[in-house]
Each structure stands twice: as structure tokens, then as C-alpha cells.
């Protein structure tokens, strides 16, 4: 773990202005934003995540291969990604196939993300809710643009 702290510090070091994507991943969208070390915003987009939530077929690895492929597509460049950590499951959670499909895409989108984008160039990271929130302001964004979507 060191040895990657090192290494990212390096890559920090290096970079004028590094960029950062902030992502927060839910099964319905993808949130991102994009900003720069000196705060300045270069926008934000929601795009779709998985169509039939209800469907088991939709979390089959090779469907949520594609899926994950066409969104990383389309995250803009950066030079490091700071996911939202995800909730924990509990024992007797209620919501357990719901966070285990959530788990399988995010990871799915992270895999494709780190080849992609080769990981010595590019700094991945999960980062608390709260964080992603503070630098991003994504929450706000992302639950209205999906209950508008739901209205529509």
C-alpha cells in the first residue's frame, strides 16, 4: 500500500494542474463531474446506467461488460477518478441483491476504467460520500435530474 502512495504522490507532484472526475454510481445513472486543482468546474453530465434493474439478466458480467465499456467511453479524460464509497451491507439487509448489483456494476466500471485508462498514468480512488458531495456537488445534481427522469 505504501509503494502505491508513493507512486501516486509522484504522479501529483508531476502534474500542473491535475484534473479530477468525481463519480457516483447508482444502477438507474452515472454522475460525474470534472474539475481541475484550482476548483475550476469543466462540467457534468448523468449518463444512463442498467435499463431493467429488475432483471438478473442485465447483471450477467457479459451485459454489464458492455454497458460499463459505453460508459467509460464516455467519462471525460482525467487525471485521477474518485469514486463514492458504497454503502455497507448489513446482516439481514433488506436491500442485499440490490447493493450485490451495485457492487458487480461499479467494479465492472472501475476493471474497465483501469485498463483504459492505464493505471500508471491515472489515479483511481474511493473517496466517503461526504467528500465526492463537498468537492462535486454531484448529489444535488444527480437526485434531480433522476426524479425529473422518473416524472417523464
Not at 36 to 65: C, V
Request: charged share 25%; hydrophobic share 40%; aromatic share 10%.
Amino acid at each position: 500500500k505504501q509503494w502505491y502512495q508513493r507512486r501516486d504522490m509522484k504522479l501529483w507532484e508531476r502534474l500542473e494542474n491535475p484534473t479530477t472526475v468525481g463519480v457516483i454510481v447508482t444502477l438507474q445513472g452515472i454522475g460525474y463531474s470534472k474539475i481541475d486543482s484550482m476548483k475550476t468546474h469543466y462540467g457534468w453530465a448523468i449518463l444512463p446506467g442498467i435499463e431493467n434493474i429488475a432483471s438478473q439478466i442485465s447483471f450477467q458480467q457479459r451485459n454489464l461488460f458492455c454497458i460499463a465499456s459505453e460508459i467509460v467511453e464516455q467519462l471525460p479524460e482525467a487525471d485521477y477518478y474518485l469514486f463514492e464509497e458504497l454503502l455497507p451491507i448489513l446482516p439481514k439487509d433488506p436491500y442485499m441483491k440490490h447493493k450485490v448489483n451495485l457492487i458487480k456494476f461499479r467494479s465492472t466500471l472501475i476493471t474497465i476504467l483501469m485498463t483504459k485508462k492505464s493505471e500508471d498514468k491515472v489515479g483511481i480512488h474511493n473517496i466517503k460520500p461526504n467528500v465526492v458531495d463537498n468537492l462535486f456537488k454531484l448529489r444535488v445534481e444527480m437526485k434531480e435530474l433522476l426524479s425529473r427522469k422518473a416524472w417523464t
